[in-house]
């Protein structure tokens, strides 16, 4: 019995292992799969910034997903010289060009993306937040919470040949 539940651990380490190699994340392409083309094509000016109609409220929107993202700048709700670079280097590390204003298409797409990033931090958030809460309500014994066949097998294992 205890061989048949040794082959298991086993078989659990290698399965939880090639859950490990399943490749890296495709939240980029999948983002910039969904985003209308005619956005790489259309040079931002002004004109079609002004055209969105961006009210100082608006622009704070603007200045707070950009900072979200990663591209910090203050939120003043004002798109000085200091923020112009910084949505030119959004632009520029998405492919759009590189104009430091925006067009009803990049806003968009600006928005749709850190809608996307905010979602995907809160699921692992979520997760993290999951061993926090284990740990807090009693996690910290003999057998702290395991997910996944190699946590099952391991808490048999463990109960069969831990402390008595």
Known sequence: MRVFIIALSV???FVSANVAKAGPSTTDRELLASVDPATFAHEA???????????????????????????DTKVNGRFDESTRSV???WQAA????????????QHQALLTESVS???????????????HLARRHGGGGAHPH???????????????????
Not at 96 to 102: A, I, M, R, V
Not at 146 to 164: A, C, E, K, N, Q
């Open 146 to 164: 395991r997910s996944g066949p190699g946590g099952l097998i391991g808490g048999v294992v463990g109960g069969l040949f831990g402390r008595r």
């Open 94 to 105: 998405r492919g759009y060009p590189k104009t430091g204003f925006l067009n009803t298409l």
């Open 45 to 71: 000016t002004q004109e079609t910034e002004d055209q969105i109609g961006l009210d100082k409220g608006k622009r704070r929107d603007v200045q707070r997903r950009l900072t979200g993202l990663g591209f």
């Open 87 to 89: 949505i030119t280097r």
């Open 11 to 13: 078989l659990g380490f």
């Open 117 to 131: 990033a905010a979602h995907a931090s809160s699921s692992s958030s979520d997760k993290s937040d999951d061993g």
